[in-house]
């Protein structure tokens, strides 16, 4: 599996006699998921034949069984950058992780360190950044999360790969 593919859901249990299995979503873009479409797994590729948001299941093509069906439990479904900005519409102000992942986090015109990777925790989105080594160097933490709300984040440029912020080396000082 190359490391451009992100994980966008996880396979459940089988749900019924039809081979309908239980479907837990790892993307903040469920509309993405439609009949017909295919998507990498760690067990090739899947192509779905029904999916019900409501009840919280899905089915693949060639398995409509319960047991063709239960060799898919635990199953991890894959999307590649290209996949997703194909799939997915953007909305205002709205970034891919994988944009942002990679960007300088600035302060004024400090540069605090560089976006290592997003966590998710309750709510909120949090950029994991590692820390500029001149702020090491000075006894600063390693790394900190910075929360990716309004208080903190003035404005996401994804071209630039820049990640303006304010009040953010408040957080790195106190972590």
């Known amino acids: 599996m190359s490391s451009d593919n992100s994980l966008i859901a996880q396979i459940g249990r089988t749900i019924g006699l039809w ?3 239980k479907f837990h979503l790892h993307t903040d ?3 993405q998921f439609k009949v017909g479409k295919t998507y990498k797994s760690n067990r090739g ?4 034949a029904d999916i019900n948001f409501t009840r919280g299941t899905i089915r693949f093509t060639g398995y409509e069984s319960i047991d063709s069906a239960k060799k898919l ?3 991890k479904l894959f999307a590649n950058e290209e996949q997703t900005k194909e799939n997915c ?3 205002e102000g709205q970034h891919f ?3 942002v992942i990679g960007c300088v986090v600035k302060q004024d015109d400090k540069v605090l360190g560089v976006v290592d990777d997003i966590q998710r925790m309750a709510d909120t989105d949090y950029l994991a950044v590692k820390t500029d080594a001149s702020l090491i160097d000075a006894g600063l933490s390693k790394q900190f999360l910075l929360p990716y709300i309004e208080r ?3 404005k996401v440029d994804t071209e630039e790969k820049i ?3 304010k009040d953010a080396k408040d957080i790195l000082e106190a972590s």
């Open 29 to 31: 873009f469920p509309e």
């Open 152 to 154: 903190y984040i003035i």
């Open 97 to 99: 992780w994988f944009d």
């Open 163 to 165: 990640v303006y912020t």
């Open 73 to 75: 439990t635990n199953t």
């Open 19 to 21: 081979g309908d299995l």
């Open 89 to 91: 519409e953007l909305g």
């Open 45 to 48: 590729d899947l192509t779905i």
